[in-house]
């Protein structure tokens, strides 16, 4: 086992707020240069520009997970994580029947482009992609898990836009497989304040919005190998591997 | 005003957790953000909200509120209706909007 460094947390010109300096080129450089091992371009409501990342990362060596930043009916924020194109397509699939018929304005909400491994523009896609689904947050984690994937609840102690901003607390019975807390969260305050979770596996991501932010909050997985499997099991603790924060 | 007075003149429907509609009605409040329920709605007071995830019961009970009112025709999840009968904690609903039920309800309890 070895450790790896991972930032899963990631937005890329796809999503509206973020920089356009934040193409996929500009995204696995900037994740060499932080010494990244594993990434997840992770853009509201869209798994789009996985693929593209993906294929830019492989030739350095870093691990390129599919995923989106799922706004639930109730608007809290979820990171879904997949390991295959087919998953990745699949899921895609349930976010656009989901996503509700209203269009971005870019004058107002920023562009929400999709960029090729030139940084060429192909699209720039109509619907707004920061809306909430109509699908609730228990219906996202079904589906999350039914495609082989991990749900984990972005931010959760952020004041806006989290598991407990909208919902209070976390719901006992919902089935996560990790919390990210917000990346200046003291993980010990974190637990002493909720203390009702049961040893939950934590993480912290940059949430990356501009290029200097990437890869500043990471977390550790002590693992076999860089899949998702892998990192599944890491936050079970399964066989000595864990999440090192 | 009991919650059942409530729910005749401002003709709600009543989804689940009967058994609370004798409850005394003080007050109102209207909010999505469940976090700032349980921050700052007062006991006894109906709660206006979109949400219909299990936690709102959480909160209503935590809070000793008297009833929820779900918006828009919102419906409770299963589960919730299933913790507001155990509970007795009323879950209302109606078709109007957060503004309209909410200036309706002030105007009642106002006017009591």
Redesign the interface.
């Known amino acids: 086992m070895r450790t790896y460094r991972a930032d899963l947390h990631i937005h890329s010109v796809l999503s509206p707020c973020a920089d356009l300096e934040m193409s996929p080129r500009n995204i696995v450089a900037l994740a060499k240069s932080k010494g990244l091992d594993i990434i997840a371009v992770t853009d509201h409501n869209s798994t789009l520009h996985g693929p593209v990342v993906r294929k830019l990362a492989e030739p350095h060596g870093i691990k390129v997970l599919f995923g989106s930043e799922v706004t639930t009916r109730?608007?809290a924020h979820c990171l879904c994580l997949f390991e295959t194109e087919v998953q990745r397509l699949a899921f895609q699939q349930f976010i656009e029947i989901n996503l509700p018929d209203v269009y971005n304005d870019p004058d107002r909400f920023g562009y929400q482009v999709e960029v090729n491994e030139e940084d060429e523009i192909i699209q720039q896609v109509d619907k707004l992609l920061i809306s909430a689904l109509n699908a609730?947050?228990?219906e996202v984690e079904a589906t999350v898990h039914r495609l082989g994937g991990l749900f984990i609840p972005a931010h959760v102690d952020r004041?806006m836009f989290s598991l407990?901003?909208?919902?209070?607390?976390i719901?006992p019975?919902l089935k996560f497989d990790a919390l990210e807390i917000f990346r200046i969260t003291d993980p010990a305050d974190f637990m002493q304040k909720n203390k009702y979770l049961q040893n939950p596996a934590l993480i912290k991501n940059s949430d990356a919005h501009y290029p200097q932010q990437l890869g500043t909050v990471f977390t550790n997985y002590l693992i076999h190998e860089p899949t998702l499997d892998e990192m599944a099991k890491a936050f079970k603790q399964e066989g000595g591997r864990k999440v090192v924060l | 005003m009991t919650v059942d007075d409530v729910v005749k003149t401002l003709n709600l429907k009543v989804f689940c957790g009967e058994e609370g509609l004798s409850r005394q009605v003080e007050n109102g409040y209207t909010s999505?953000?469940?976090?700032d329920?349980?921050g700052h709605a007062d006991a006894g007071s109906i709660w206006i909200t979109l949400?219909?995830?299990?936690?709102i019961m959480?909160?209503a009970s935590l809070k000793e509120l008297a009833g929820i009112v779900l918006v828009k025709g919102n419906k409770p999840?299963e589960?919730t209706i299933r913790q507001s009968n155990i509970e007795g904690m009323p879950i209302l609903g109606t078709d109007l909007e957060a503004f309209e039920i909410t200036g309706r309800l002030y105007q009642l309890i106002r006017s009591a």
């Open positions: 109730e608007e609730g947050i228990n004041p407990i901003s909208q919902l209070g607390f719901p019975t | 999505d953000l469940l976090s329920v349980m949400q219909s995830h299990i936690n959480a909160v999840d589960d």
